[in-house]
């Protein structure tokens, strides 16, 4: 199924489409289509409250206002005419709107944290990614994933393939967990709603799984639930569950897939570093 050849068993979506940087299968939405947000602008979105103040500037003015405003994460310009716009504190939820479009401030903590750009996928939505041809095998593999869930509580699906039916990788009431619980996996960090995260996940062909998040590994085990979580090649799936109060609804920026182990630095460096997360020799705390 793959559209072309991938790039040393590598998938690269970077989510301003369904195509893979590197080559390989198109990303699949199979159970509804939601929306892409541009990393940087938007023409006909409207990010409504939140706003600082009103700017009567023409709109090429308009980045540098909000740059030298503080606390300005983004602005929203009047598009039907070539001046005005909304400098904005918090850009968090959209709506379709011609006579508006959005710019984020690139330069600001937010943008990194929190920024609502990338795939938009609500709730029963989801995205999946037939791997065959371009993983090469079944029980060595890295998955590396940015998102960010607009609800931590509960169960909330992040992976799984259908082989491994209610079984996968969720938040639970904030912590990234294996399901079942039993399978020794879970990591201490407590997840706020609304902030990207970095989701990585490794297996050895020794049947070692390994969790990460933010380039950091915060949990390993030898897990005996379906044969140690090999993956199906046809059904890799992200945020979806048949179950609706399992169900993830959220912006992804990233997903990647690897036909091997990655190791502890190896996932640090894709990862790069965020606020808050030490990784000796790669990341230092901010």
Known sequence: ????????????????GFISETGGPYLRSP??????????????????????????????????ECRNTESCVGYVTNAPSSTGCWLKSKMDRF??????????????EYYQLAAPYGFRFNQG????????????????????????LEDVKGWKSLMRTDWWKEKGLFVHDGRVTMFPSAAGLSCEEDLKEDLFYKF???????????????????????PQ????????????????????KYQSSGYVRQ???????????????????HPGIEYVGACKST
Request: with cysteine; charged share 30%; aromatic share 12%.
């Open 1 to 16: 199924l793959c559209q072309s050849k991938c790039k040393e068993g590598h998938l690269d979506y970077q989510m301003d």
């Open 31 to 64: 159970w509804g289509d939601g929306y892409f947000i541009g990393a940087k602008g938007n023409e006909g979105v409207d990010f409504p409250g939140a706003d600082l103040k009103y700017v009567n500037v023409e709109h090429s003015k308009c980045a540098s």
């Open 95 to 108: 709506t379709d709107n011609e006579n508006r479009d959005s710019y984020f401030n690139t330069k600001v």
């Open 125 to 148: 939505g989801g995205l999946s990614v037939p791997v065959r041809g371009c993983v090469d095998s079944d029980y060595e593999y890295s998955v590396l994933f940015e998102a960010r």
């Open 200 to 222: 990585g996940l490794t297996r050895k062909k020794s049947g070692k799984v390994k969790l990460y998040l933010n380039g950091l590994k915060c949990s390993q085990a030898f």
């Open 225 to 244: 639930y379906v044969n140690g979580y090999t993956i199906s090649m046809d059904d890799l799936n992200f945020f979806h569950d048949e179950d609706r």
């Open 255 to 273: 997903i990647q897939v690897w036909s091997k182990p990655l190791s502890d630095e190896e996932m640090a460096k894709e990862s790069g570093c």
